[in-house]
């Protein structure tokens, strides 16, 4: 030991860390999905600008909110400063993540 700080604690047991202390650090690709479509690459190609495409989901329905693909939540769009948030209405437990 080159120091007192690797030393080893004398008369308590060492703090553990609880698990979402050890998950604290991890960074997560956070994404909000408004809706999806299928369609063929020829009507891809034929997109020009002030095209629109039709979603699957209807306005006021909640969006889906993923953190690394995966459906964790579901939410509305709202204004924060003049950028885009998300206000977070419900939280989507393990058997809805599907």
């Known amino acids: 030991m ?6 080893p604690t004398l008369g308590r047991p060492p703090k553990a860390a609880s698990p979402i ?14 809706g999806s479509t299928f369609m063929t690459l020829s009507e891809l190609a034929a997109l020009e600008p002030g095209s629109v495409v039709a979603l ?21 769009i709202v204004s924060v400063d003049g950028r885009y948030g998300i206000r977070v209405t419900e939280l989507v437990n ?5």
């Open 2 to 7: 080159s120091d007192m700080s690797e030393a």
């Open 21 to 34: 202390d050890l998950l604290a650090g991890i960074s997560v690709r956070l994404s909000v999905e408004v």
């Open 56 to 76: 699957d989901r209807k306005v006021g329905e909640p969006l889906d909110i993923c953190a690394n693909g995966s459906l964790i939540a579901r939410g509305e």
């Open 94 to 98: 393990a058997q809805g993540r599907g």
